[in-house]
Each structure stands twice: as C-alpha cells, then as structure tokens.
C-alpha cells in the first residue's frame, strides 16, 4: 500500500558553535528550536502542482515550477524522487517563524516535503534516507553548504557534527538560551563567498581559526555533558572574536552581544550562523525588562522530523 496523503514537521535550527569550519571538516554544533515549519502533502490524479504558503502560490507542472524563485527548495525536493515523475500534488506549507530570522527556513521546508514523500512512497520514517535526500536538494539549489541545518531538521536536538568525514551525535541538553534577531539578513552563500576571498589570501591564518573553532566544539561538548553553562558560554565568547576576526560581525551584531554579556544571568554570547546579520545567541536567561533588545522566545528541543 502506498498512502496518498501525509502531513508532516521539521524545526528550524541555530547555529551555536563551527560556522565557517564546518565547510573546511571541522565540527560544529547545532540545534533545533521549537518553531517549526508543516508541510501537508496529496498525491492527485491531474498531474499539476498546487503549492500553498505564506510566501504565495503556485498551481502549474513541475516543470514551469523550476522557474519559480519563491519554491525552488520544493521543486529540488520534489525532482528527488523519480518515482513521483507524472503524478500530481497538492501541497500546503505553514511556518511557526519567518524566513528572515535566519532559522533555517529553507532546511525546514525541504526536510519536511522530502520525508513527507519519503513516506508515501515507503511507508516509513528513515531519518538518514531523509538527510541525504534533504541534503541533496538544498546542496543543489544552493551550491554550497555544510547540511548543519538540515541534520538539525532532520534528528532535532542538539547536535555535535561534521559534515567531511559525516557523523553526527545528539546531546541531551536542557541548556537555557536568549535569541535575538539582529533585522539584518545576508544570504548564506553571498557570506561564504566572502570569506571564502579571505581564505584564499591568508589560508594558514584561517586554517589555524577553523582548527581553533574545531577544538572549541570539543571543549564545549564536554561542558555541555557535564553541564557547565559558565565555561560552555565563554567559548561562545571567544568564538565570536575567532568571528570578528573573520569580519564577520557588525556594530548592530556587536552590541547586541555586549549588552548580553553584561547581564549577570548570561555566560557568553556570539553570533549564530554565517555572519554579517541573522541572530545573536546568548547562553543563560535575560530577567531584565530594561534589556533593550527584543528577545525572541526559542528553546532548543529534542524534536526533529515527525508525522504529525
């Protein structure tokens, strides 16, 4: 039996440590957050694609969908599966955050459509059949990525990972974070490019960074096991100076965190993801109402891909 109709979730994600070193083999640490992205999938007899979202709609073939700038993650998780060629579908996607906050919008919504297909055509839930997949389609729309994001939509929690050689190792963890949104977002990829330039002009220096961020990840995976919040969050601190020295900061970025670390409650803060915008994430809770930034209320949670 092949079912036609499935509705399914995945988390965003934030970057904690390894941003930038996970591309060169590095580890780095992730995790999933507890807004979500739904996708509700039908297979249909009429052979279009109906796609409804926050973003727009969509009613065509799925070839005419490979122009579409706004559902070019959900035509590259669809051309995933051969055995889907000719069928029609209805597709309805819905999002607890917006695609500007740098959560990973774009790993949600293609881990979600791809293990929802994955479903309907095996009738099972194979989280590593689904990473690939996933993988493969951001990979081909964006050209470049560690698949962080995708391993934290995928498994959920909180992840110690590596992308060259893969593993991947979840953590218990109940540790308490503060986020904030900086308003500013570049696209991961024109950031990669960007340091990608430095690199090429000063390898040894940036090697020696990624080697520093590399035994960082491993120094906090140990503090997080023995829940030491204190020294996990001064490796944040001094991972973001292995960022700025990446410029990869700002002054919004830089006091935004400053004015964290001066919160008795907060143990270290740096910048979560590629840089140059996105979020701030700080490791403790902000009990101040005079703190001057918006909080943006996420926890790290345990849940990655589930049929809902």
Known sequence: MVYDAVKVSAPGKLMILGEHAVLHGKHALVCAINRRITVSVNFSSNKTISIRSELGHYNGSITDLNDNRIFRFVYSAITRFNEIR????????????????????????TAALVGAIHYLLNETVDLNAIFKSSLS?????????????????????????????????????DMPITVINSGNKIP???VIDRVNKSYSKFTELY?????????????????LENKQWDTFGKILTLNHGLMEAMELSNLKLNEIIYALRQMPTISGAKISGSGLGDCVIGIGAVNDNSFPFEIISVDITNKGFTID
């Open 188 to 190: 991961t990829t024109q």
């Open 207 to 223: 090697n020696s960074i990624f080697d520093l961020m590399d035994r960082s990840c491993c120094e906090a995976l140990n503090a």
């Open 86 to 109: 000719g069928k029609g579908m209805d597709i309805r996607i819905e999002s607890e955050f917006s695609d500007s906050l740098g959560f990973g919008s774009s790993a949600a919504v």
């Open 137 to 173: 389609a951001v990979k081909a729309v964006q050209g470049k990525g560690s698949g962080a994001d995708v391993a934290a939509s995928v498994y959920g929690g909180l992840l110690y990972y590596r992308a060259e050689p893969f593993s991947v190792k979840k953590v218990e963890c």
